[in-house]
């Protein structure tokens, strides 16, 4: 079956460090990648996907790349803000084994301080 | 227009209550989809539409009952609910296989369920 493996938080980060939160998968067929955020109090966002190996996905700073040789799609940004602190879930889609029903990870929650 | 809708936002009742969540997208979506989502914790499944029919039923007791009257609505009618089942409840809308390359979900901001 498929599953998504994420690295537990939280993330406790100084304003604008170093970003990395690990995500590795497990897929029977070929899947497509995603990284979803959600702020408090509100619902999921797509933050950023990618479709084939050696993608890179990336918006409003953050960027992930589809590494299939690793099975990982870890997400990165080079100087968090405090407005990035939310939960960050990774996730699948595996169209090739017939289904468009996505597989989350367990969220990551990240905290950045002033 | 990339917005899905839920209300109410926030919903309070007691065990012997009858009431229902309400979402709407114009995306043009076929798939829809029920989540329960606890503090901290990924989205559950609970049930997905697929043109209008109902595709996938996680096992969710009786006491939730979905509707999806046409292909922009989706309800969960709720009646005898348990305190354990408060939670935020999201829903979501994707294209289907066979539409698009890609299937990401579009959330809508979810209601929050209390049962006292």
């Known amino acids: 079956g498929n599953s998504v493996t994420q690295m537990e ?3 406790t980060l100084s304003e604008e460090a170093f970003l990395t939160i690990n995500c590795t998968y497990t897929a029977t067929g070929y ?6 955020v959600q702020y408090p109090g509100e619902g999921l966002q797509l933050l950023l996907k990618a479709t084939k190996a050696d993608d890179k996905g990336s918006n409003k700073g953050f960027e992930a790349t589809y590494r299939k040789e690793t099975t990982s799609f870890h997400l990165e940004k080079g100087s968090v803000q405090v407005s990035d602190s939310a939960v960050y879930f990774c996730a699948l889609t595996d169209t090739t084994g017939g289904s468009y029903i996505p597989t989350f990870g367990r969220g990551t929650s990240l905290i950045v301080h002033p | 227009d990339t917005e899905v809708t839920q209300t109410p ?3 309070v009742m007691g065990m012997t209550n009858k009431k229902s969540l309400k979402c709407e997208q114009h995306m043009g979506h076929r798939a829809m989809y029920w989540y329960k989502q606890k503090a901290k914790k990924p989205p559950e499944l609970m ?4 043109y209008e ?9 009786s ?5 999806c009257p046409n292909s922009s ?5 709720l009646h005898a609910l348990q305190p354990e089942d408060s939670a935020l409840y999201l829903c979501a809308s994707s294209q289907v296989k066979g539409r698009g390359d890609s299937y990401e979900q579009y959330f809508g901001p979810g209601t929050r369920l209390t049962v006292t």
């Not at chain 2, 049930?47 to 697929?50: A, D, G, I, R």
């Not at chain 2, 006491?63 to 509707?67: A, D, G, H, K, T």
């Open chain 2, 63 to 67: 006491r939730f009952s979905p509707e």
């Open chain 2, 47 to 50: 049930f997905v539409y697929s």
């Open chain 2, 73 to 77: 609505l989706l309800n969960l009618h």
């Open chain 1, 9 to 11: 938080g939280p993330v």
């Open chain 2, 53 to 61: 029919k109902l595709s996938i039923n996680e096992s969710v007791p």
């Open chain 1, 31 to 36: 899947p497509s990648l995603f990284w979803y």
């Open chain 2, 9 to 11: 936002k926030h919903l």
